[in-house]
């Protein structure tokens, strides 16, 4: 198993632009997360997905995020137009519908926005 | 909002001794786990301990939960300069339904 997937790896991109992250799931695996990490806040919950469907997005900073889900195996988080303030580590994670599961985190976006 | 909180933020210790970092919470769970990240790269799960236990071990972890105080410790025996990382405890938002963590205890095994 590859583990989760992300990509990029790193992205610097100008204020105002749209900023795409992308993530593969372990495959069965029924939910997906994007947290956000940076050193003032720590890790954040940003939204999740269980099926493919959004549960709870309210830990999204602004309208100018948004993720989805189009299938069980890929998920992206959008950010338009992205601002200084949004540079973190963004990070996928799934698990399995079995109770307690562990979350599977991928290797990270590094964004910086400048 | 952070449910864990550890403590301390960073422990710097020689190789051969024992590292011991605490979390606590604020509301109900149940359960609670641990992660372990090393720079640059994701979270990894160590361990899960449920609400009704009150310790468990795994190789060289040891986890206690004490559910009337809010909180959980985790122990690393023998450390090892690879243990070098950041630790992060977790549990369940009130919905019970995604895992919110704290913001982690730094720890550096030195040789």
């Known amino acids: 198993d590859a583990g989760v997937i992300q990509s990029p790896r790193h992205e610097v991109t100008e204020m105002g632009q749209e900023v795409t992250l992308r993530c593969k799931p372990i495959?069965?695996?029924?939910?997906l997360f994007w947290y956000r990490q940076t050193m003032m806040r720590g890790l954040e919950l940003l939204i999740y997905?269980?099926?493919?469907?959004?549960?709870?997005d309210s830990g999204m900073p602004e309208d100018r995020f948004s993720a989805k889900m189009p299938n069980a195996s890929f998920s992206t988080l959008k950010i338009q137009p992205s601002e200084p303030r949004d540079s973190a580590v963004y990070f996928c994670?799934?698990?399995?519908?079995?109770?307690?599961?562990?979350?599977?985190f991928g290797n990270g976006t590094r964004l910086t926005v400048t | 909002s952070q449910q864990g909180e550890e403590d301390p933020q960073a422990l710097s210790i020689q190789e051969g001794e024992n590292a011991t970092m605490n979390c606590s919470y604020k509301?109900?769970?149940?359960?609670l786990q641990w992660y372990r990240q090393n720079s640059g790269r994701g979270l990894v799960h160590l361990i899960l301990?449920?609400?009704?236990?009150r310790e468990k071990h795994s190789g060289r972890l040891r986890v206690t939960l004490d559910t009337s105080k809010k909180s959980s410790s985790l122990l690393i025996t023998a450390s090892r300069a690879a243990d070098t990382a950041s630790y992060f405890c977790?549990?369940?938002?009130?919905?019970?339904?995604?895992?919110?963590f704290g913001k982690g205890t730094t720890l550096s095994v030195s040789s």
């Open positions: 495959s069965g695996h029924d939910y």
């Open positions: 977790a549990t369940g938002n009130q919905a019970g339904t995604a895992l919110i």
């Open positions: 301990i449920r609400s009704n236990e």
């Open positions: 509301t109900s769970i149940n359960n």
């Open positions: 994670a799934s698990s399995s519908r079995r109770q307690y599961s562990p979350l599977h």
């Open positions: 997905f269980n099926n493919n469907v959004p549960i709870d």
